[in-house]
């Protein structure tokens, strides 16, 4: 009866159209003042230690790192690099377009950024080349959702924020940890790059289909030219992967390094960017950061109600009893991830529900580092489709196209991530095979 009290009234306060953030700040005073004792200064208190962790850190730094690199031509000469590689094959600009996705995901860590950057400069490229702006809409809209999936993916980090400092009992009565963010991010890795394969596949099977414009092939010069050009951008997953698994930085480190390093190859290096925009960007960022911050306070607030009223393991005590298995737990997990997916951002969701099924799925046996990437992957989906998908908004800013104009042009991919949904789903290998190698987890 609480968890139906509580969820009740917060599906309420978000039905009319008030902020999430708020609403979860709104749903816990409203039940802890009417239906508990808890004293208000215990809220106080986890108001203030909610945000008070290093790991938050890394989230405004990610962003700026992102801004920079969104306003400091690092996407173009990406781009570029991804053109003359595979610009001859069926659907080339399109594939160039899956390409320069992935790599500017694994630099910005952002969805967003990633659409924006990309989107921007490859959607105008293929319309003058004769592609429907729905082919380009829909390859750039799906394939800008990888950037919550690569490392240093910002969903990731989320995830391991919210379920920081929990621990479960696995089947057998063990303690379970958490995932760490180093996990996370090397654990998105495998399934990452599966992904763009299959979105490539999508486009060069449509682009095939159909008939669509191919490039002239580039010679290994131009190419080489390209990469050279790319070079300094390409080289911030180096530094902030490596720094990571060298033992050089920690994430959160990890995270001030790539903002530096990005202000400085847009500024110093490729001097896209001058001093006098930096304000502008900065200003961004802190508005975005702010933002998320304010979202991660409240949803802290949200799950000290849920634990302090054990909902986490009444579900899981539950769906014991009603005899669920493994295989309809993980059904569940995404129908419910994707259902919340048609009306909250992706913060928002991975920061409710991560606390609240991490126990559950710890006690069917589901690997706190599976469950991670299987949320990101929901995620994915839910940035491309309708009412909120914030992919679909971005690109329709971009393309100058309807709602439901660009939801019918993203159908093919999306159906192509709801395949690879199910795969990550029932095959936590794929998850923890990188991990697992580089002995991160057991």
């Not at 080339?92 to 924006?116: E, K, N, P, Q, Y």
């Not at 390093?261 to 930096?278: P, Q, R, T």
């Not at 599976?370 to 992957?377: K, T």
Request: with cysteine; net charge positive; charged share 10%.
């Amino acid at each position: 009866m609480n968890t139906l009290i509580i969820f009740s009234l917060l599906v309420v306060l978000m039905l009319t159209g008030m902020p999430i953030s708020i609403s979860l700040g709104l749903t816990v005073l409203t039940y802890l003042f009417t239906m508990t004792n808890v004293p208000i200064e215990s809220v106080a208190l986890k108001l203030f230690t909610g945000i008070e962790k290093f790991e938050i850190m890394a989230v405004p730094f990610f962003i700026l790192a992102g801004n920079f690199l969104t306003h400091g031509g690092v996407a173009r000469r990406i781009i570029h690099f991804a053109t003359t590689m595979i610009g001859h094959w069926y659907g080339g600009l399109g594939l160039a377009g899956v390409l320069a996705c992935a790599m500017f995901a694994a630099i910005s860590g952002s969805s967003v950024a990633t659409v924006v950057a990309v989107g921007s400069i490859i959607l105008p490229a293929m319309t003058k080349q004769g592609y429907p702006k729905q082919f380009g809409a829909g390859v750039i809209t799906t394939s800008g959702a990888l950037g919550i999936l690569f490392p240093p993916s910002i969903n990731l980090v989320m995830f391991s924020i919210a379920t920081a400092g929990m621990s479960a009992t696995g089947p057998n009565g063990e303690v379970v940890g958490t995932a760490s963010v180093g996990q996370l991010f090397m654990a998105g890795v495998v399934p990452g790059v599966c992904l763009s394969l299959l979105l490539g596949i999508t486009t060069w099977y449509r682009a095939k289909k159909y008939d669509y414009p191919r490039m002239v092939k580039a010679t290994w010069a131009e190419r080489f030219k390209a990469f050279r050009e790319s070079f300094w951008g390409l080289m911030l997953i180096v530094v902030v992967i490596g720094g990571i698994y060298s033992g050089k930085f920690t994430p959160t480190e990890a995270a001030a390094v790539a903002a530096v390093y990005a202000f400085i190859i847009s500024v110093f290096v490729y001097k896209d960017m001058g001093l006098k925009d930096v304000p502008k960007v900065l200003l961004k960022a802190a508005a975005m950061s702010s933002m998320l911050l304010y979202i991660i306070t409240n949803a802290v607030l949200f799950s000290f109600l849920m634990a302090s009223e054990q909902i986490p393991q009444t579900m899981a005590a539950w769906m014991s009893a009603q005899g669920f298995g493994l295989v309809v737990f993980l059904l569940l997990v995404n129908l419910i991830l994707l259902g919340a997916g048609n009306f909250m951002d992706p913060a928002a969701i991975v920061l409710i529900m991560a606390p609240i099924l991490f126990p559950v799925a710890a006690k069917l046996g589901v690997d706190p580092v599976h469950l991670g990437i299987l949320m990101a992957v929901n995620m994915e989906v839910g940035l491309c489709h309708p009412p909120v998908g914030l992919n679909l908004y971005v690109a329709s800013g971009i393309t100058k196209m309807g709602i439901t104009e660009l939801t019918v042009a993203v159908w093919p991919w999306l159906l192509t991530m709801l395949g690879f949904l199910l795969v990550v789903t029932y095959w936590p290998g794929l998850s923890l095979a990188l991990p697992r190698a580089l002995g991160l987890v057991g």
